[in-house]
């Protein structure tokens, strides 16, 4: 018995404003994953997902590679 969890990705820059609009009208208990592609450099401080949690009901955290 698998449960199934659907999956909404999103591709954008390194700006916040984009997926920040679309994060902060989204309810906490919003029954999907929400994954945000950006192209950030390496070296990047990772200041998005700071950006992101602030305006966001939603959890936020940045994947490592």
């Known amino acids: 018995d698998q449960q199934h969890k659907d999956i909404v990705a ?3 820059s390194a700006e916040a404003e984009g ?5 902060k009208n989204l309810p ?3 029954p999907a994953s929400i994954f945000i ?5 390496a070296h990047s401080t990772g200041i ?9 009901a939603l ?3 940045t994947a490592i590679d």
């Open 28 to 30: 906490s208990n919003l």
């Open 19 to 23: 997926a920040s609009d679309i994060l």
């Open 10 to 12: 999103i591709d954008g």
């Open 37 to 41: 592609t950006t192209h950030v450099p």
């Open 59 to 61: 959890p936020v955290s």
């Open 48 to 56: 998005l997902s700071a950006t992101l949690s602030s305006r966001s």
